[in-house]
């Protein structure tokens, strides 16, 4: 089997809604109650990401992945993630900016947040509503998986 993508963030930061974004799956995103496994993708609850109870859980579960990402969303107004917190999974991790769309986006503030917990790995803009950015991510988390 290939390796598959974990995506990690805060409640409602659109983890979701970019797997379905990934998926072109025109469905409304639910709240992730529990990990779920979709093809090539773990979609992870938000909680995982907020509470450091689940720490453990995240980093367990990633060693089924071939890359983690970090989803922040551009509208928050604070960082979720613990300042290096990628150093703590053994595989490469990227950043992945939702909602650059939205009216109150921050993107400069957005990636400084992921710059804190990632360092200077890479990170795509995205937007689930209008699709901007997604193809790009998905090529690359494509050829990541299948490698």
Same mark, same amino acid.
């Given at each position: 089997m290939s390796k598959?993508?974990?995506i990690?963030?805060?409640i409602e930061a659109g983890k979701s809604s970019l797997v379905r974004? $990934? !998926?072109n799956d025109e469905q409304p995103a639910?709240? /992730?109650q529990a990990l779920e496994y979709r &093809?090539?993708?773990i979609d992870t609850p938000g909680e995982y990401s907020e509470n450091p109870m689940f720490y453990r859980t995240l980093m367990a /579960?990633? $060693?089924e992945a071939g890359i983690v990402v970090m989803v922040q969303d551009a509208t928050r107004e604070r960082n979720y993630f613990p300042p290096g917190f990628s150093q703590g999974f053994p595989q490469e991790c990227i950043g992945v900016i939702t909602k650059i769309d939205h009216p109150d986006a921050d993107l400069q503030r957005a990636e400084a947040y992921l710059r804190q917990s990632l360092g200077d790995a &890479?990170? !795509?803009r995205t937007s689930s509503h209008t699709g901007d950015g997604v193809p790009e991510l998905r090529? !690359? $988390?494509q050829k990541i998986i299948q490698q």
């Open positions: 598959r993508v974990m990690i963030g805060a974004a $990934l !998926f639910r709240k /992730t &093809d090539w993708v /579960t990633s $060693l &890479d990170i !795509f090529a !690359f $988390l």
